[in-house]
């Protein structure tokens, strides 16, 4: 089991920086790949970028290439996802997930392959 709490949502300007962290339970989180996800209103959740377990491997939606970076630190059972360069279409409440294994970029990029979800946190960037 893993349980998952997202932080550090707020709202901030179009290209502003923000940093979620994702603290996660228990004692095989390092064993877990993880990811992020977010929704808009009125949208489906989409994939924003996956991490491996020894943090080596790492997957980025087109969407935030370049902008966003996903990192992890086991010791401290957290995953990280700096956002740099926000945009306004970046608003969305965020999720973080956790899945057994590292997959392919449709496994990695589809929620229904992950296994545990946080609550989420909004992130609203204003224009």
């Known amino acids: 089991q893993v349980h998952l709490v997202e932080s550090g949502g707020g709202l901030v300007q179009a290209g502003g920086s923000l940093r979620l962290s994702c603290a996660a339970s228990g004692r095989t989180f390092s064993t877990y790949t993880m990811g992020w996800f977010r929704q808009a209103p009125g949208k489906e959740r989409e994939f924003v970028a996956a991490?491996?377990?020894?943090?080596?491997?790492?997957n980025y939606a087109d969407s935030v290439k370049g902008r966003f970076t996903i990192s992890r630190v086991n010791a401290k059972n957290t995953v990280y996802l700096q956002m740099n360069s926000l945009k306004p279409e970046d608003t969305a409440v965020y999720y973080c997930?956790?899945?057994?294994?590292?997959?392919?970029?449709?496994?990695?990029?589809?929620?229904?392959?992950?296994?545990?979800w946080g609550q989420g946190t909004q992130v609203t960037v204003s224009s």
């Open positions: 991490i491996s377990w020894h943090g080596l491997s790492t």
């Open positions: 997930a956790a899945r057994k294994t590292w997959g392919t970029t449709a496994e990695l990029g589809a929620g229904n392959e992950y296994d545990y």
